[in-house]
């Protein structure tokens, strides 16, 4: 089955400590993985794709096939990253058709 | 920059009304989407198109219809709106990425 798991449904960090939200996937065949971020009163935005491997407001994440996993990293937090964040994966047809995960709430005290 | 836009932020609705959710983007994207997004399950795929007239069923179509008249336009239409149809609606179109209306709460009493 295809899946997407974010295990954490709330991460809580201070400000300038490390970060790492996990998303794990299940999918037969090769996806491409996204990190999408929804910060508040704000629509839903794309973070990075695996495909691009650049770091986006400090973010990077790294596919890891071996053991289907997409953790978005980013090493010293800023409030002002507090906002939700979802995993999703794409097969690699046309239609890029979205399987999202539940989502992770990230906030940052300060 | 790339525009999606949903018709209402915000909406109330009676159980049993017939209610219609527009999307409109002007970017030419051929494939357009309706999420709708629960706290704790997050982004639902109900349907989506990928041409003009055509639409395809997501994960939960069921009590949920589209039509897709025009390129730029896609409608979500509830038949016969129901409480457990209280949530948020996303709209997105894509080209090579997804590109995400700012949402429709739908409140049904």
């Known amino acids: 089955a295809q899946r997407v798991t974010q295990p954490e449904k709330l991460l809580s960090v201070f400000k300038g400590a490390p970060v790492e939200l996990k998303c794990n996937y299940s999918?037969?065949?090769?996806?491409?993985l996204f990190w999408y971020v929804q910060y508040s009163r704000q629509r839903l935005q794309l973070l990075l794709r695996h495909i691009s491997r650049e770091s986006i407001k400090g973010f990077t994440a790294d596919l890891n096939k071996g053991e289907t996993s997409f953790h978005l990293k980013k090493p010293f937090a800023q409030e002002e990253d507090s906002a939700m964040y979802y995993c999703?994966?794409?097969?690699?047809?046309?239609?890029?058709?979205?399987?999202f995960g539940s989502g992770t709430r990230l906030l940052v005290r300060p | 920059d790339v525009k999606v836009t949903q018709s209402s932020r915000y909406l109330v609705k009676r159980t049993g009304e017939k209610v219609f959710l527009e999307c409109v983007q002007d970017?030419?994207?051929?494939?357009m989407f309706w999420y709708r997004q629960d706290p704790g399950l997050g982004l639902r795929l109900i349907y989506f198109?990928?041409?003009?007239?055509?639409?395809e069923k997501g994960d939960i179509p069921e009590g949920y219809s589209v039509s897709r008249e025009k390129k730029e336009r896609f409608s979500l239409i509830l038949e016969s709106a129901s409480t457990n149809q209280t949530s948020m609606y996303l709209c997105?179109?894509?080209?090579?990425?997804?590109?995400f209306g700012p949402g429709t709460r739908l409140t049904v009493t």
């Open positions: 999918y037969s065949g090769s996806p491409e």
């Open positions: 970017m030419d994207h051929e494939n």
């Open positions: 999703a994966l794409s097969g690699m047809d046309s239609s890029y058709k979205l399987i």
């Open positions: 997105a179109s894509s080209q090579n990425q997804q590109y």
């Open positions: 198109s990928y041409d003009v007239k055509m639409k």
